[in-house]
């Protein structure tokens, strides 16, 4: 655990530096680790990790505005509705405002993160020139290249054409074409090729030095998500299949707790950002803003727990598709309904009566009180204020985020298989009813695609705008005219920041 703690560390030593990077434009920011590498000594072979762990800081310690961004805009999540960051709620509407302070601040929070990989890339080669083990060396490369790889995803997906660093000098973009993100998604999957080989071949969690680290399977998920964007189906398979093969990951059987306290690390994480509050109720904390995605009221069971912003809930529209399915075990844990919020869905005749165990009070003793900016909360990002360690107050202190689950990696391959691809790992209905028995549901046989597509909207509703994506690749579009919205393929990506426009006169073509 001291390689952890030490990325811990480096994360809180950057806090400074992240809180004020948005203020200034991309290409007055040094790629981090850069300026000091002269003083560095590439002879010391045993400091060869502290480069990687300095990439891993980077990575771990997102902006809180880089989730809600990516994730806002599908039919099962809407934005708070009332007060500040009116832009944030008309980017969930499809209306963007290029000189909206989000947008240039998701485009540099990644940039940023994606040159500090290549920092550590370069650092850890200097290390292996200087006579530091080339098999430990390319592991760490490797491990930075598939952050690398997560972070071109994220960017792609949410602006389309993107530049591709090929060195830590960001300086290097001004004589750049943006590739296409078909050429990002091959990059990716190219990308993630080169890693496999040097990667461990563990469980994240198996790992001894870095524990939650990236592996051979971080690689593979993330490959699968690139070919999925490419519609390249078979390749998803191939993608899934090894890591359904391996029998290194398995579904934790308590879907609520699976996002809190005891989900940390758990079997079903592929990859995830930790925090810790190092166990102490006072002092060191590394933590994310969970407040984004609190209830602004409630009557927490610890009394001194305090509550968040209500900037995020699930929408009616994806409420009512659960009540449909007769879902308890998902619903129960995505949702924090308000008494106001409950009362909007008994507004419409067909869900007047609803189930007894749906109250404004959570299955672990939090009262959700009625509060102006939203009806419902987003479980999936809260943490029970008996779960903080004793002494912390804010919202959802010591929970992790997790960005990729082995759920999302049954669902894909189901998918793939329901779409045309071939695999002997699994069947698609094997994938699909292990997903439907952790969740209380009946099996299903011959599945269809559009009975995977429903499934993945159950199970993985709110993280990382799987849904959304998912809609745009498959262009059904009339998902996303819902609750008044209109969408259409022009809306399908942000528009460029305008500080990235003003340095990048490119981008405007």
């Avoid at 074409?177 to 071949?201: C, F, G, N, R």
């Avoid at 093969?245 to 950002?273: M, Q, R, T, V």
Wanted: some cysteine; proline content about 5%; glycine content about 6%.
């Amino acid at each position: 655990m001291k390689p952890f703690k030490y990325i811990l560390m480096l994360t809180a030593s950057f806090g400074f530096l992240l809180s004020v990077s948005a203020c200034h434009d991309l290409l007055e920011e040094p790629a981090e680790n850069r300026i000091f590498t002269e003083e560095t000594d590439y002879t010391v072979s045993e400091n060869m990790i502290q480069p990687l762990l300095g990439a891993y800081a980077e990575f771990q310690s997102r902006g809180w505005e880089d989730h809600p961004l990516i994730a806002v805009r599908g039919d099962d999540v809407n934005h708070g509705g009332l007060g500040d960051q009116q832009d944030f709620a008309e980017t969930d509407k499809f209306n963007y405002n290029r000189g909206f302070w989000m947008y240039n601040s998701l485009w540099q929070n990644i940039y940023k993160d994606i040159f500090a990989t290549h920092s550590a890339m370069e650092q850890v080669d200097l290390y292996i020139t200087n006579g530091a083990s080339a098999q430990l060396g390319n592991q760490y490369i490797a491990e930075a290249r598939v952050l690398r790889g997560w972070l071109l995803l994220q960017l792609s997906r949410t602006w389309g054409a993107v530049f591709i660093p090929t060195s830590s000098d960001p300086a290097d973009l001004l004589t750049m074409e943006p590739a296409t993100k078909d050429q990002v998604m091959q990059h990716i999957s190219d990308e993630m090729d080169v890693a496999m080989a040097d990667l461990p071949d563990l469980h994240p969690n198996q790992r001894s030095d870095i524990r939650g680290g990236v592996t051979r399977y971080t690689a593979l998920a993330i490959q699968a998500l690139a070919n999925l964007e490419l519609k390249q189906y078979q390749k998803v398979a191939d993608a899934t299949s090894p890591i359904i093969a391996s029998d290194k990951f398995e579904l934790e059987e308590d879907f609520y707790n699976l996002f809190k306290i005891p989900g940390k690390l758990n079997n079903e994480n592929i990859l995830e950002i930790q925090y810790s509050d190092f166990g102490q109720g006072s002092g060191d904390i590394i933590a994310h803003l969970f407040a984004f995605y609190g209830p602004q009221g409630w009557s927490p069971k610890v009394a001194t727990a305090s509550d968040g912003w209500g900037f995020y809930e699930p929408s009616i529209t994806w409420i009512k598709f659960m009540l449909d399915r007769g879902e308890q075990s998902r619903l129960e844990t995505s949702v924090l309904f308000t008494n106001r919020g409950i009362e909007e869905i008994q507004k419409d005749a067909a869900y007047a009566t609803l189930p007894n165990w749906i109250s404004n009070t959570t299955p672990s003793g939090d009262v959700i009180n009625d509060y102006p900016r939203a009806l419902f909360a987003s479980g999936k990002h809260y943490l029970p204020s008996d779960q903080l360690t004793p002494g912390r107050t804010g919202y959802g202190n010591n929970k992790n985020f997790t960005i990729i689950r082995y759920a999302e990696i049954l669902l894909m391959h189901a998918e793939a298989l329901t779409r045309g691809a071939s695999s002997p790992a699994m069947t698609a209905d094997q994938a699909v009813n292990l997903v439907r028995d952790r969740a209380g549901l009946t099996p299903v046989s011959g599945v269809t695609a559009q009975q995977v597509m429903d499934e993945k909207l159950a199970e993985l509703a709110m993280e990382w705008g799987i849904r959304y994506y998912d809609m745009v690749r498959l262009e059904q579009y009339n998902a996303l005219n819902y609750e008044g919205r209109t969408f259409t393929a022009a809306d399908i990506y942000l528009p460029y920041p305008q500080n990235q426009l003003d340095q990048f006169p490119v981008l405007r073509d």
